[in-house]
């Protein structure tokens, strides 16, 4: 017996397979510049020492005009409202990152970045209590990863351009995890 088809899954069910390669390609580039970041840290872009930032910031950026698209092709004004709202923060964070990596606006780019990964983290998991997803776990884990590094990088924990764009990476993981895992969860609900 196929169960019912609510109109907030509507939105995911014909493109679990593009969700499950975003999030592929998410985890996949998140692994790439943590890695970079930890083996790399004092690299120069753009004439600064900018570690890895204005990286992270173009992969933040990217995100949050997939999210416009998603949004723009959503069935539902849920999945408009979820889906533009993150990707607009995802593009002005993405970049302001890009464009103000340098190393006198370490204090600045903190409490950006503190900003941003808490009103993330934040958001995912009301939004979860506000909608009926299945298997929301892999989200409300993302969203307390996303608070957990909001308030490690609030507490200038080390305070250092390389630690910000290792935080956005392992933030990009666990979204790309997190995409994966719904896109699975969602497929298999509606092919049962």
């Known amino acids: 017996m196929k169960p019912n088809k609510k109109p907030e899954f509507i939105q995911f069910t014909s493109n679990s397979v593009w969700y499950t390669l975003r999030g592929r390609a ?99 998991n009301v939004l979860l209590s506000a909608s009926e997803i299945p298997n929301p776990l892999a989200n409300r884990v993302t969203g307390l990863v996303s608070i957990i590094l909001a308030f490690v990088v609030w507490y200038d924990w080390p305070t250092s351009m390389w630690f910000i764009a290792f935080s956005l990476s392992i933030d990009i993981i666990f979204r790309g995890w997190a995409l994966m895992v719904m896109a699975a969860s969602l497929k298999k609900h509606f092919n049962d």
């Open 26 to 124: 998410m985890v996949g580039i998140g692994i790439t510049i943590a890695i970079l970041c930890l083996v790399s840290p004092n690299v120069y872009m753009l004439g600064e020492n900018a570690s890895w930032l204005p990286v992270i910031g173009l992969v933040v950026l990217s995100v949050g005009v997939l999210r416009c698209i998603d949004g723009l092709n959503s069935k539902t004004t849920q999945g408009y409202l979820y889906n533009i709202q993150g990707g607009i923060l995802d593009i002005v964070v993405g970049f302001l990152v890009f464009f103000s990596s340098n190393s006198s606006e370490i204090e600045n780019e903190n409490l950006l970045i503190v900003g941003y990964l808490l009103t993330q983290g934040i958001y995912r």
